[in-house]
């Protein structure tokens, strides 16, 4: 089994940066497309972006430009660098893994973490606010 640990979230002002850690203790990781996905308040969980096992990355469309993913594979980790951060932005951010087909078949869902993925991490709060 892959377990998954997210760091990295904290209470930030608008305009902000923050590096979001997920971390697996599982050598198989570099097996697995790894996912960001989040939910704010009151709404679905989204993907926010992912990262193929070969490398190759996704982002949300509105997020281009601000976040960007890379993995670490040497080190079982997967990392979501997000800078000029806004209110909007403020959610739980989960990563999660599985065959990368899977996780772009999961652009959004219900509730995180979803049973439609295999492995998730406990998530980790971050709060853009003034």
Partial sequence: AVTLEETGGASVQPGGALTLSCTSQTEIFSDYGVA???????T???LVSAISEDGTTYYKHSLKGRFTISRDNSKNTV???MNS???????VYYC???SS???YAWTSMDDCPHPGLAYWGQGTQVTVSS
């Avoid at 960001?36 to 009151?42: A, K, S």
């Fill in 36 to 42: 960001w996905y989040r939910q704010g308040p009151g």
């Fill in 44 to 46: 679905e969980c989204e």
């Fill in 79 to 81: 990392s979501l660098q």
């Fill in 85 to 91: 951060l806004k209110p909007e932005d403020t959610a």
């Fill in 96 to 98: 999660a893994a599985d």
């Fill in 101 to 103: 087909h899977l996780i």
